[in-house]
T-cell receptor, first 112, second 108 residues
């Protein structure tokens, strides 16, 4: 079984809809991250969490919110989706930094 | 990614050797990672350097010079499956900073 899982893997939605992307991990890591990837721009950090009570904004947090429901679960929400949020979204986990990050398989989100 | 510079694209032939260079900003530096990413898939860890020198791991090696803010990834005996993007990533205590990646195309 995969150590880091993401659901859904693909999602098509309409402008203005609320969307939640979920991430679960079985690696026992405290740190979890959400990134988006756009062609030519690389991975950009949206939010990160060092434990259940610690949530931090990344470089592109506007339009997104997160919830760390448990050590193993970290969800990303788009309160009102817009087309420029169409991207590939990755969740990742790590131990104490600097440490290797392990990525989930990604969620391809399309906002029409 | 800000402050990380690597070539956008490289091509090489199966069986050859290729070196992918990366320069980064040295302030707040805590290590340099290399990740491999096939199109549409998740990045996967290749190597980590925190001290100067060469780290060898099978066909892949990674080099770091902290004083120069320079690293390279060396891929030997290239295989078709090595066609992918290679991400140079600067490690910090709180988060990683990803370069935009070098797309490597291996041809027969």
């Amino acid at each position: 079984d995969a150590d880091v899982t993401q659901t859904p893997r693909n999602r098509i939605t309409k402008t203005g809809k609320r969307i939640m992307l979920e991430c679960s991990q079985t690696k026992g890591h405290d740190r979890m991250y959400w990134y988006r990837q756009d062609p030519g721009l690389g991975l950009r950090l949206i939010y990160y969490s060092f434990d259940v009570k610690d949530i931090n904004k990344g470089e592109i947090s506007d339009g997104y919110s997160v919830s760390r429901q448990a050590q193993a679960k970290f969800s990303l929400s788009l309160e009102s989706a817009i087309p420029n949020q169409t991207a590939l979204y990755f969740c990742a986990t790590s131990g104490v930094a600097p440490d290797t990050q392990y990525f989930g398989p990604g969620t391809r989100l399309t906002v029409l | 990614g800000q402050n990380i510079d690597q070539p956008t694209e490289m091509t090489a032939t199966e069986g050859a050797i290729v070196q992918i260079n990366c320069t980064y900003q040295t302030s707040g530096f805590n290590g340099l990672f290399w990740y491999q990413q096939h199109a549409g898939e998740a990045p996967t860890f290749l190597s980590y350097n925190v001290l100067d020198g060469l780290e060898e791991k099978g066909r892949f090696s990674s080099f770091l010079s902290r004083s120069k803010g320079y690293s390279y990834l060396l891929l030997k005996e290239l295989q078709m499956k090595d066609s992918a993007s290679y991400l140079c990533v600067e490690g910090g205590f709180q988060k990683l900073v990803f370069g935009t990646g070098t797309r490597l195309l291996v041809s027969p």
